[in-house]
């Protein structure tokens, strides 16, 4: 699968944060894709993990 190094970077870390592979973050990410493009859909993914962590930072400063 085709995806930009940042978007890689992304999904990295969601594996870490869930202590699984890469691999098998993949594997879950396509077992709940549905009709959605696998790439897409784990762009999509990383940019919701992204933006859950930058909303968990805002409210640790509030």
Do not use: N, T
Not at 24 to 34: C, P, Y
């Amino acid at each position: 699968m085709a995806l930009e190094p940042e978007f890689w970077a992304v999904l990295e870390s969601m594996a870490q944060d869930k202590r699984i592979s890469l691999a098998a973050l993949i594997a879950d990410l396509d077992s709940r894709r549905g009709e959605s493009l696998l790439a897409s859909f784990c762009r999509l993914s990383a940019l919701a993990f992204v933006q859950s962590k930058g909303a968990a930072v805002k409210r640790k400063k509030v």
